[in-house]
């Protein structure tokens, strides 16, 4: 009799937040699906057979804010050793590039990725090509039309618009730059992603131009635009924004993610509405080195595993209306999972900031499984 699936994994602990999921369980995957999950899945039942016992098996993870515009883009890595290989299968590159630069983009990194990539255009027709220009500073390429006609070519691949508002990348041209930011995502439906970190306005002022839907990364950054105020409290233009479905993502970085923002955010009841690592050529080898990294972080300061791992799953599949496709290990969703072990012990994890916290959990790839063909770590060069 031939094998019905195509691929077994047995006995792993399936950890699937969007179902609730938590408990030993066999899971099957015909062709690029989600075929079965039960107690028990036969091994003659499969072609080719895992043994998870052990490990943890989720959701391919998701991360919501990458750069790997490689060899364009100052920020740019390359993908596949630092995304699949690490056990995220879907990446959102976080405005790399714009109009003037995504069709390269397009071709030469999204359509020959193993790594699924989706983008957040820039603002900035030109993205995020030097360090030593900002993006805004000139006005001339923050053209709204460009803007607008390159997410309607791409609309398969463009799932929002990028504006980066720190003073040295906007020059005085941050608020005419968020308003022209705001009308591409009018006229298209799509989401904003703002950055805020030490901008000239205001947090109330950006957060003003923010709807629902739209993401305010970097969230436990540390300067005067952060979402908590000198005394350390959260702002109270931060509760309103995220109550109205604004979502706080980590975006973690070389400079953006500071422990004492994050424990006292936490601590009152603003927790991140999801993990992203921010990772580029600046932070690859430190300290965000990978996106489970970022997520043991947030292990160590009090979340569950399942709180956790619902922030690089379930949570960014919905804020992208993915969920159901991607996010899930429900039957019928794309084969993407990722297997992972869970080590105990002493481990030092240290933020943007040079802070380091002691932690007793880490989180470590094992495999990963992305339209039910299997991926090993160890296939692809790190860089």
């Given at each position: 009799m031939q094998p019905q699936y195509d691929l077994l994994i047995r006995g792993g602990t399936l950890i699937d937040p969007a179902q609730g999921l938590h408990a030993v369980r066999d899971i099957a995957i015909a062709g690029d699906r989600i075929a079965a999950v039960a107690d028990e899945i036969f091994e003659e039942e499969a072609q080719t057979v895992i043994d998870a016992s052990g490990k943890l098996v989720t959701p391919g993870l998701i991360d919501l804010h990458v750069h790997v515009w490689w060899g364009v883009s100052h920020y740019g890595i390359e993908p596949d050793s630092t995304c699949v290989a690490q056990g995220v299968t879907t990446a959102f590159d976080a405005g790399s590039a714009g109009a003037d630069t995504f069709p390269g983009f397009k071709k030469y990194v999204i359509d020959v990725s193993t790594t699924r990539i989706r983008a957040f255009l820039h603002l900035s027709s030109q993205g995020m090509l030097s360090a030593d220009?900002?993006?805004?500073?000139?006005?001339?390429?923050?053209?709204?039309?460009?803007?607008?006609?390159?997410?309607?070519?791409?609309?398969?691949?463009?799932?929002?618009?990028?504006?980066?508002?720190?003073?040295?990348?906007?020059?005085?041209?941050?608020?005419?730059?968020?308003?022209?930011?705001?009308?591409?995502?009018?006229?298209?439906?799509?989401?904003?992603?703002l950055h805020p970190n030490a901008s000239p306005l205001s947090l109330a002022d950006m957060l003003g131009r923010m709807r629902s839907g739209d993401i305010l990364t970097h969230c436990f950054h540390k300067s005067d635009t952060g979402i908590l105020d000198d005394s350390g409290t959260l702002r109270p233009e931060a509760r309103k924004a995220v109550e109205e479905g604004?979502?706080?993502?980590?975006?973690?970085?070389?400079?953006?993610?500071?422990?004492?923002?994050?424990?006292?955010?936490?601590?009152q009841?603003?927790?991140?509405?999801?993990?992203?690592?921010?990772?580029?050529?600046?932070?690859?080898?430190g300290p965000v080195y990978n996106l489970l990294t970022c997520v043991s972080k947030f292990l160590l300061m009090g979340l569950s595993l399942d709180d956790a791992l619902e922030k690089v799953t379930a949570a960014p599949a919905w804020a992208m209306?993915?969920?159901?496709?991607?996010?899930?290990?429900?039957?019928?969703?794309?084969?993407?999972?990722?297997?992972?072990?869970?080590?105990?012990?002493?481990?030092t994890f240290t933020d943007s900031k040079n802070q380091t916290r002691q932690g007793e959990q880490k989180l470590d790839p094992v495999s990963t499984i992305?339209?039910?063909?299997?991926?090993?770590?160890?296939?692809?060069?790190?860089q």
């Open positions: 220009i900002g993006e805004l500073t000139d006005l001339r390429y923050a053209d709204v039309n460009r803007a607008v006609r390159m997410c309607e070519t791409y609309k398969d691949d463009i799932v929002g618009v990028k504006i980066r508002m720190t003073g040295n990348l906007v020059g005085e041209n941050g608020a005419e730059g968020l308003k022209r930011a705001r009308e591409v995502c009018e006229a298209t439906g799509l989401p904003l992603m604004i979502l706080l993502d980590v975006g973690h970085g070389a400079g953006s993610f500071a422990f004492d923002v994050a424990e006292a955010a936490l601590a009841e603003a927790p991140p509405g999801t993990i992203s690592s921010d990772l580029h050529t600046y932070n690859l080898h209306g993915m969920l159901g496709e991607i996010g899930t290990l429900r039957p019928g969703a794309l084969a993407d999972l990722a297997i992972l072990k869970l080590s105990t012990g002493c481990f992305k339209a039910g063909r299997l991926y090993d770590p160890s296939a692809f060069d790190y």
